[in-house]
Every structure is written in structure tokens, then in C-alpha cells.
């Protein structure tokens, strides 16, 4: 390095210039060299120039170390319990009476509410009625002789008839003009009903009797065939028209004139039963009865206990134990199939529920640990969950993870900050951050060799506030230059500080020797050469 100097400056023989705080270099002053020696006496040197000797910076070394990086991020989850149900009545109606309110914990099983039964019993009571008299029938009709039989089926079939009577009469009676119509209308759609049925049996004969006719015979079939169509039509029509007349009448009714109808109908059914059990023991064998009574006492069996399933669905359990999030129904209001009643959390173990980006979930896993923050609390939860489906709403992939240390100051439904390690390296070259500099985005430093400091460019991965990944360029035995001095530089000369000895190449990593950056996590390129620490210009030397 050279520096001009002007004589004024020149005062003294030996002149000691500081530069930097490590390096050190001795001013050196050509004093003339003949007869006189002054300056500018006979014999002396040119005073006008003087040359400083090129300066040797001191310097210290460090290599490279392994390790692992990971850069985290953060989310917003929301708690959720492990197991949570929303419990729908099986079936509508008012509710009687509710057990637990909103707060308190239940167990499973436990009986939640209760709605209305009423119809729902006398149902029950009808088939139990109907099984027990099935039962009678069978001991009456399999376990005495024929003649008994006989007897027995009579009787049942005239006290049947006797009951349909006086059912008949009592509905008659309380509203006459309501009966007759209905009764009427009844009958009126049973007669639409067989004549559909009648219609239907002769279309079918004569479609089979146009499929082997000639063709003199086809177009008289085929008309005969369009009639009874027409007649179905006509009839099917009736039917629809009595049917709903039938209907409509029903549903006009009171609670006395149903109570009627229902004990009208109930008559009705056990004379048909009566009169079916007749027809059997005196028309055919003993073992045609025989069967027919136990298919009889199997279906009124069968109806008994379809009756006790349905009345089971006016009482509602718990189908969990767990602590009751909330309560959506209120005495003596209706209670709908269609809107959850309770909701029942098992709260036992959390779980935390949040939203990731496609990279981020391609880098989280299963079992992975995140930490849950709510307030100045924190915990730990394992990753249990990751939809390989991103929410259509929001582009994001939904991630569960279930918190292992909770203490029960978590409420569900609260939202938490989630952090999760979303890039990770392991096994990498890392350099200290503060020994890189930047040229155009191109990072390097500056390594030691043969006294010169030299130039190494090499490829950054992640980094954080402190190291960098160093993907190639670097190996672990690179001496690295840790000292920093204004005039280092590509090709300066250096030399190691007292005490400082050329640090030997590490020992599983051969000289030269490339470092591979994990794939696990994408790593991250290093700050920019705008916001990385860099070598400063140095200022112009003034003559």
C-alpha cells in the first residue's frame, strides 16, 4: 500500500499510524543519504515522495461447526375437547322434565330429559294387549282338542264381534254426522282400492293374451287393454280423493273422538284376528293352524317390541360422560330431531385445532410437538391430526394436536397462538452469522491460507438471528476469518494473532468436503446483502 505524504508532514524521523484496533504498520522515511544528510542537503534523497511499507493485519481463525436450525411459526388455534357430541332427541315432542343444566358433568348414561309419551304409551299398551291375547289364543287353539278349538274360535269371534259393535256404536253416537262420513269415506276408498286391484289383474291377463294373438286379434285387445287402463286411472283417482278425505277427517278430531276411533280401530283389528283364527280352525288342518297361530303370536310379539323401542325414545341419556357445554331445550316447549338438545364434552384431554398453508403442513408430522400459548401459560401438545384436504373456504390444511399438560384453565372454544417448528435442518454446516458479508446478494467470507486472506463465496440455506446454514462452499476445516479490519480483502496480507494457531480440520469431515443440507424442511435463503452485516468502504486518504 502506498500513501503520499507532503513534506511539512514530514517532522520527524519515525512516525508509529495507527490502523484499526489489531493491525499495526511502521511509517519508514527514505532520510537521503549523502554527505549533510539534512533535508535537502548535498547528497539527500528526494523529499518529495515517500513510500509506507504494505501493512500486515493480525487476525484471528475459526472453522465451521455442525448442528441443527429450525425456524417456527405462528398460528391461531382454537381449543377444542377430545370427544364432543351433540345429543338429538330420537323423536319431537314437549318436553316433561330436564335433569342437568349447562356446567354440570354427567355420566354416560344418565337421564338427560324426558318428552311427552302419552300416545306413545297407549301404543304400547295396545300391542301388550294384542301379544297377551295372541298368547291366549295359542294356548287355547294348540293346547285343547278340535271341538275346543272350534268353540273357543267362536266365542273369541262373537265377543270381537260384540266389541266392534259397541265401539261402533259409542263413535256413532258421539258424532254421528263425523262417523257416517267417515265411515263412508272409508269404505268408499276400500272399493277404489279393489277395483285398482281387479283392474290391474286383467290388464295383466290380457297383455299375456295380445303377446301370443294374431293380428286380427291385437287391435281388439289393445282397445280392451286402453279401457281397463282408463278404468285404473279412474280409479286410482277415487282412491286418492277417499284416502285423503279419510285423512283429512282423522286429523280434525279431538282427543274423545280419537280415544273412539282408536278404540273403533282396535276392535275392528282383534274382530279380523278373531275371524281370521275362526276361518283357520274350522277350514283347514290342525297343522295349518298350528302355524298360523304362531306366525300370529310371533308378529303381535314383534309389534310389542317395536312399541317399547319407540317408547325408549322419549327418554334421552347421556351418550357420554363429559361436562355439559350447553343446553338448548326448556321445559314444556318443544323439543325438535332436528337441533341438538345438549352438547356433552369429554374434557379430560384438549385438543388444539388450527389452519396451515400447504408448505407448512408438508413440513409438519405426525407427532411433531407444538406449543400451545394462552396468556403467560404455555403447553405442550403432540400433532394427532393433518387433513390432506385444504378447507375450501380458506385454501388452508386443518391440523389437530392434542395438548398433554392441561390443567383445566383452558375453555373450549378460546383461541390460543400455536408455535410450530415449520422449517428444520439437521447435521449442517452453520457459520456464525456476524463473519458474513454480502456482495450483490453473493455471500462469502473471508478464510485464512499460506498468510493471505482469501475470498469464499458459498450458498446459504436457513438462518436465523445468529448462524447460517452454509449449503456448499464451505467445509468444516474452513479457516475462517473472524477479525474485522478496513483494509481486508481478497489476497491481503494477514497473519494469526499472538496466541493464535491455525485451528486443525475437524475429524469426520475431510478437507474440502461439501456439507448436504436435510430435506426434511426447505431451508430459507440468508438476509439480503441490504439488512446483512457487510464490510464498510474506506474512507479516501487525503495527500
Known amino acids: 500500500m502506498k500513501i503520499s505524504l507532503s513534506k511539512k508532514k514530514l517532522a520527524s524521523g519515525i512516525a508509529i499510524l495507527t490502523l484499526g484496533a489489531v493491525a499495526v504498520s511502521t511509517v519508514v522515511f527514505a532520510a537521503g543519504g549523502g554527505p549533510g544528510g539534512g533535508m535537502g542537503g548535498p547528497g539527500g534523497g528526494n523529499m518529495g515522495q515517500v513510500e509506507l511499507s504494505e501493512s500486515v493485519i493480525s487476525v484471528k481463525l475459526q472453522t465451521p461447526t455442525t448442528g441443527g436450525l429450525t425456524r417456527s411459526t405462528e398460528f391461531i388455534g382454537k381449543i377444542e375437547p377430545a370427544e364432543s357430541v351433540s345429543v338429538y332427541p330420537e323423536t319431537s315432542g314437549k318436553v316433561t322434565e330436564i335433569y342437568f343444566e349447562a356446567g354440570q358433568t354427567v355420566q354416560k348414561g344418565e337421564l338427560l330429559f324426558t318428552i311427552d309419551d302419552t300416545d306413545a304409551q297407549l301404543a304400547y299398551q295396545i300391542a301388550q294387549a294384542s301379544y297377551e291375547q295372541k298368547q291366549i289364543s295359542a294356548d287355547t287353539t294348540l293346547g285343547s282338542n278340535y271341538e275346543s278349538k272350534v268353540a273357543s274360535a267362536k266365542s273369541q269371534l262373537e265377543s270381537a264381534q260384540q266389541n266392534l259393535n259397541n265401539a261402533r256404536l259409542k263413535l256413532k253416537d258421539y258424532n254421528d254426522g263425523y262417523d257416517d262420513s267417515l265411515l263412508s269415506a272409508e269404505r ?261 491460507a499460506d498468510g493471505k486472506a482469501h475470498r469464499t463465496d458459498f450458498e446459504t440455506g436457513m438462518s436465523n438471528s445468529e448462524t447460517v446454514v452454509a449449503v456448499s462452499g464451505l467445509s468444516l476445516d474452513s479457516e475462517i476469518i473472524t477479525t474485522w479490519h478496513p483494509d481486508l480483502k481478497d489476497g491481503a496480507a494477514v497473519e494469526l494473532a499472538e496466541g493464535q494457531e491455525a485451528p486443525a480440520a475437524a475429524p469426520d469431515s475431510a478437507p474440502g468436503a461439501e456439507p448436504t443440507e436435510s430435506r426434511s424442511a426447505k431451508g430459507t435463503d440468508a438476509p439480503d446483502a441490504a439488512t446483512a452485516p457487510n464490510a464498510p468502504e474506506m474512507p479516501a486518504q487525503e495527500d
Open 188 to 448: 268408499a276408498a276400500q272399493k277404489a282400492q279393489d277395483n285398482m286391484q281387479a283392474y290391474d289383474k286383467t290388464i295383466d291377463e290380457l297383455k299375456d293374451k295380445l303377446a301370443g294373438a294374431g293380428e286380427a286379434e291385437k287391435e281388439a285387445i289393445e282397445k280392451e287393454i286402453a279401457e281397463y287402463e282408463e278404468k285404473y286411472s279412474q280409479a286410482y283417482q277415487d282412491y286418492s280423493m277417499y284416502y285423503n278425505a279419510v285423512k283429512d277427517l282423522e286429523a280434525d278430531e279431538d282427543s274423545e273422538a280419537r280415544d273412539l276411533r282408536n278404540s273403533y280401530n282396535t276392535a275392528k283389528t282383534n274382530y279380523q284376528q278373531a275371524l281370521d283364527n275362526y276361518n283357520l280352525v274350522t277350514g283347514g288342518s290342525y297343522e295349518d293352524t298350528e302355524k298360523a297361530t304362531e306366525a300370529e303370536l310371533k308378529s303381535a310379539q314383534l309389534s310389542l317390541e317395536q312399541s317399547a323401542s319407540s317408547l325408549d325414545k322419549y327418554k334421552v341419556y347421556a351418550p357420554i360422560s363429559g361436562v355439559i357445554e350447553s343446553k338448548n331445550i326448556t321445559a314444556n316447549e318443544p323439543a325438535s330431531t332436528q337441533n341438538a338438545a345438549f352438547v356433552i364434552s369429554n374434557k379430560d384431554t384438549l385438543t388444539v385445532k388450527f389452519n396451515a398453508s400447504a408448505d407448512a403442513a408438508t413440513a409438519l408430522s405426525i407427532g411433531d410437538e407444538v406449543t400451545v400459548t394462552k396468556g403467560s401459560k404455555e403447553y405442550t401438545a403432540t400433532i394427532i391430526e393433518i387433513d390432506s384436504k385444504a378447507d375450501d373456504s380458506t385454501g388452508l390444511f386443518p391440523i389437530k394436536a392434542r395438548i398433554e399438560d392441561g390443567d383445566g384453565s383452558l375453555l373450549t372454544g378460546v383461541s390460543v397462538k400455536v408455535t410450530a417448528a415449520t422449517q428444520k435442518v439437521e447435521d449442517a454446516i452453520l457459520v456464525p452469522i456476524d463473519l458474513v458479508y454480502y456482495d450483490d446478494g453473493q455471500a462469502y467470507v473471508f478464510t485464512y
